[in-house]
């Protein structure tokens, strides 16, 4: 019903930057939240950042002051700009939407993108 693709990781060294872009397609009637999730290596599935479709955002303390979540409305596209780039950041990131389809609502989520950076 509704595919997120997630495009732009790769690796970077420590201090570099990388955007983050995700798709969604589909039948898509509107899209309340759209956010950003990572998993590192033995580790639980974290919030990176979220954005309401009124532009409100939030997002981990971790990242906060260095990432920056957007979101273009007309193209179903969020975007999370990442600068000042730490190892610790390393993960594989993916993309979270709710959207509903005519009436039904539903959480769907993309394959992930991998994120690496070294030291």
């Known amino acids: 019903q509704v595919q997120l693709v997630e495009s732009g990781g790769g690796l970077v060294q420590a201090g570099g930057s990388l955007r983050l872009s995700c798709a969604a397609s589909?039948?898509?009637?509107?899209?309340?939240?759209m956010g950003w999730y990572r998993q590192a290596p033995g580790k639980q599935r974290e919030l990176v950042a979220t954005i309401t479709s009124g532009g409100n955002s939030n997002y981990a303390d971790s990242v906060k002051g260095r990432f920056t979540i957007s979101r273009d409305n007309a193209k179903n596209t969020a975007y999370l700009q990442m600068n000042s780039l730490k190892p610790e950041d390393t993960g594989v990131y993916y993309c979270?939407?709710?959207?509903?389809?005519?009436?039904?609502?539903?959480?769907?989520w993309g394959q992930g993108t991998q994120v690496t950076v070294s030291s």
């Open positions: 979270n939407a709710f959207a509903w389809t005519g009436v039904i609502g539903g959480d769907y």
């Open positions: 589909g039948s898509i009637f509107r899209i309340d939240v």
